[in-house]
């Protein structure tokens, strides 16, 4: 009988045993339910190094590179400019006189007012409750974000705004146009060299020819005002505009792009006129000139010539709380865009073909 109990007690101590060895190796319970990936969870958190930079997606607008931007004015629906026109009742010859002419002809004035409609814009932002509780304890116990979602909402309105401004002043908006789609704007092929109008078939040389066709068709059109009617800004698509980048020799002169070689020979340069050519995305002017052709676009940057008017910025109309997402504040914003004012079409004209 004795021996029976020691034997079952050294059994019962055995399992005791084993149990209490392979609760060392498999705990049965833990500080929490979760299971960690591997040991040491803490220690590889603290030997990793966040990137304080936050990448940000590539993000361009022109608009304010291409034309005169000018802000303020509130919420109105239409903007509006006077033009003048000036004449005579002299048949020719614009008044002189014979030694005995008495018909005595009259100066004539006429004053024309101009009207373009302005486009509302809107944008909200919602920032819901749990995300800024999280963000606030990140930054409580030491691990804050390397960023700010405030910082980050208004970098979005930001851009939304300058992408809006970008597709009025380029296209138009509700029936209106832009830069690239005047119909009032005289639009032209350029000469077709043999091998076709496009610049790929094109040598630098007729490159120059079409570009001073459409300078000098600026300045004829505009009464031949050799300074303020003359065009001097250029905008081409990007395939273009590469070409045009393209180191260069002629005359035995090396040029560094056939751009250099442009501005300096093109008769703009003659009238005193500094020529400016930039690329414009394909989104905007690509496939804009006569029967579906690419379009390049010569114009005047200048106040008195044509502007873009934005009464309103945009602005922080309100801040509220609601219901929304679970619980958020929502923020709205408002501005005003207005119209491309196109006041002198004459310095202004279409490269069709290229």
Not at 52 to 69: E, F, Y
């Amino acid at each position: 009988m004795r021996s029976t109990s020691l034997a079952t007690a050294r059994r019962q101590g055995d399992a005791w045993s084993s149990y209490r060895a392979h609760s060392r190796r498999q705990p049965m319970s833990r500080a929490f339910d979760a299971a960690g990936s591997q040991g040491l969870a803490y220690l590889n958190g603290q030997l990793e190094m966040i990137e304080p930079n936050l990448v940000k997606p590539l993000q361009a607008t022109t608009h304010a590179r291409d034309i005169t931007v000018k802000t303020g004015g509130g919420f109105p629906e239409v903007l509006s400019a006077y033009a003048s026109n000036l004449a005579s009742t002299a048949t020719q010859f614009f008044g002189l006189q014979g030694t005995n002419n008495t018909d005595i002809p009259e100066a004539q004035v006429d004053v024309q007012k101009g009207t373009w409609p302005t486009y509302l814009w809107a944008q909200g932002m919602t920032v819901t409750w749990l995300d800024l509780e999280r963000l606030e304890f990140a930054e409580r116990t030491g691990q804050g974000a390397p960023f700010s979602l405030q910082d980050l909402y208004d970098a979005s309105i930001e851009v939304t705004f300058a992408k809006a401004c970008d597709y009025v002043v380029y296209k138009g908006w509700l029936g209106g146009f832009g830069l690239c789609n005047n119909p009032d704007v005289d639009a032209t092929y350029v000469v077709d060299a043999g091998t076709g109008t496009a610049w790929a078939n094109k040598t630098p040389v007729q490159w120059l020819n079409d570009i001073n066709a459409a300078v000098n068709r600026t300045v004829i059109n505009s009464g031949y005002a050799m300074n303020e009617g003359c065009g001097d800004s250029l905008l081409l698509p990007f395939a273009q505009f590469a070409l045009l980048s393209n180191p260069m020799v002629i005359g035995g002169v090396g040029y560094q792009s056939a751009i250099e070689y442009i501005k300096k020979n093109c008769v703009a340069a003659a009238y005193g006129v500094d020529l400016n050519i930039f690329p414009l995305p394909n989104v905007w002017i690509a496939g804009q000139g006569l029967g579906g052709s690419d379009r390049g676009i010569l114009y005047r940057n200048a106040e008195e010539s044509l502007m873009f008017r934005v009464p309103t910025r945009k602005q922080k109309g309100m801040t509220v709380p609601t219901t929304k997402d679970g619980g958020a504040y929502q923020t709205l914003y408002r501005g005003c865009i207005g119209h491309v004012l196109f006041k002198r079409n004459t310095t202004m004209t279409y490269l069709d073909g290229i």
